[in-house]
């Protein structure tokens, strides 16, 4: 399997956490970063227009900031989607926070056998009906869907549809457009348990990094951390 990890982050971040995913990043395919100051608008002309659009929407200090912000986790989708589209030659592209830090070595056969389903467009950590946990998403670029929901993810963001949703954090919206796939008869493989909190660290994936977010960062391990 040809695989390539995929994360995005802005000069200021990099120096908070984006320094430590470099620092630690071990898994034995390669990384690409999305840098949000240096590069990812000229690569992605139609994320600029859409942060542009949609700049004044934000409202300081507003209560609900985290679940209305399209536009701080805009950066993300438009990642992973312009990834998903452009590295069309690959079996699959792991989207992966930049606030995670590597300890185990993983290869290709260790996706295969944990990750990755051949009847599945993706793979993601859910937390029932709680929004995802999308600091890791597997797309199988195999999948004869996964094109279509890379387009429909964008189309969600380029026609600021995302504002008809409830919430336009990238969770409520990756979830929205995947269940519209999984209604038209779309399989896809949830590495979650079902329960809130910090699924990934419960998860297959939880002695082999360490999503640091949140407070977390600050001290550069997780709590729930089980390695």
């Known amino acids: 399997m040809k695989l390539l990890a995929v994360t995005t982050y802005n000069n200021k971040l990099y120096k908070e956490y984006g320094s430590r995913f470099e620092s630690?990043?071990?898994?034995?395919?390669?990384y690409t970063v999305y840098n949000e100051d240096d590069g990812m608008f000229e690569a992605i002309p139609d994320c600029k227009a859409f942060v542009e659009r949609n700049k004044n929407r934000i409202v300081p200090n507003n209560p609900n900031g985290f679940f209305v912000d399209g536009v701080r986790f805009c950066y993300k989708v438009y990642a992973y989607t312009h990834a998903i589209m452009q590295y069309q030659d690959l079996d699959g592209i792991i989207g992966i926070d930049a606030d995670s830090v590597f300890y185990k070595k993983i290869d290709w056969h260790w996706i295969k056998e944990h990750i990755h389903r051949d009847d599945c467009m993706m793979s993601y950590l859910g937390r029932g009906d709680h929004y995802s946990e999308c600091g890791f998403l597997y797309f199988n670029l195999r999948h004869p869907d996964t094109q279509a929901y890379a387009s429909r993810m964008?189309?969600?963001y380029d026609t600021d549809g995302i504002y008809n949703l409830k919430e336009q954090h990238d969770s409520y919206v990756w979830d929205y457009v995947r269940k519209e796939f999984e209604n038209r008869g779309t399989k896809n493989y949830d590495l979650g348990d079902?329960?809130?909190?910090?699924v990934q660290a419960?998860?297959?994936?939880?002695?082999?990094?360490?999503h640091t977010k949140g407070e977390r960062k600050i001290k550069g391990r997780s709590k729930e951390f089980r390695g």
Request: glycine share 12%.
């Open 24 to 30: 630690t990043y071990n898994w034995d395919f390669p």
């Open 154 to 156: 964008k189309h969600m």
């Open 194 to 198: 079902g329960k809130a909190g910090h």
């Open 202 to 210: 419960r998860s297959i994936l939880g002695t082999i990094y360490d």
